[in-house]
């Protein structure tokens, strides 16, 4: 079912969690699907002894592409028609990753009514790792 500008008030969120503990295998599929197999997301020992991180961490566009499907199950398919971000912190294997969207207005574009959202995306901790913003249309 889609979203509605009647059941919707400026201020609504929807929080849903992305992933509970991050595993090392999931960043590397998403490597292997993605085609970016930059080393820092799959081999340890260069991340570790070459670049000087604590351990091999999530591509960000992952993180993206969760909180992208907390939105399109929220709004619906085929509704999101604007989506930005900007990562703000890295994702590491463990990692419990939950994400909001706030409705911060309605407005009308082109005769159809859309619903202007932030997003954040958060880990266990709260450290926010993701800011950003969309956008879909809903019906009256």
Do not use: C
């Not at 919707?8 to 503990?21: I, P, S």
């Amino acid at each position: 079912m889609a979203l509605s500008a009647k059941s919707l008030k400026v201020g609504d969120a929807h929080t849903a969690r992305l992933v509970e503990d991050l595993k090392r295998t999931q960043i590397v599929q998403y490597a292997g699907a993605s085609g970016d197999y930059n080393p820092l997301h799959t081999d340890e020992i260069f991340t570790t002894q070459v670049a000087g991180y604590p351990s091999v961490f999530a591509h960000g566009m992952l993180t993206m592409g969760m909180t992208g499907k907390m939105l399109t199950d929220y709004v619906g398919d085929a509704r999101l028609t604007k989506y930005g971000v900007r990562f703000t912190s890295q994702v590491w294997p463990g990692d419990t990753l939950d994400a909001t969207a706030t409705l911060k207005a309605i407005t009308e574009k082109d005769g159809a009514k859309i619903a202007e959202f932030d997003v954040k995306t958060v880990n266990q901790s709260g450290v926010e790792v993701l800011s950003g913003y969309a956008e879909a249309r809903i019906d009256d």
